[in-house]
């Protein structure tokens, strides 16, 4: 019998305007889509590194994250802050997992 795999879905955050408040989700995975700070990519994802610190998480930036820099800056001080964590920065990439209860997988793509 397999277990489903349990998914938290995170978007527009804009962490530059109002800190997040939400409490950890209790998730085997979590997405964050677009919108999430336009001042501080690298922020955004250290944010996401110590808020789902071991949970797999998949992070892709949208047109609101690009205001600030380039496309290559803000998705290179994504990668930055997420160097070393569970958060895979996705720019038009497949993220794919492993759990015991199947092999799910990411495609991440900012619009």
């Known amino acids: 019998m397999k277990t489903k795999i349990r998914i938290a879905i995170l978007s527009d955050l804009r962490l530059d305007e109002e800190p997040c408040t939400l409490e950890r989700p209790e998730a085997d995975l979590v997405l964050i889509a677009g919108n999430t700070s336009a001042a501080d990519p690298v922020g955004v994802s250290t944010w996401a590194a110590r808020r789902f610190s071991g949970t797999p998480s998949a992070l892709v930036a949208g047109g609101g994250d690009f205001k600030s820099f380039s496309r290559a800056e803000t998705l290179s001080y994504m990668r930055h802050g997420a ?14 997992l492993a759990f015991p209860t199947g092999r799910p997988r990411v495609l991440g793509a900012p619009l």
């Open 83 to 96: 160097a070393g964590t569970a958060v895979k920065v996705l720019d038009n990439e497949v993220f794919e």
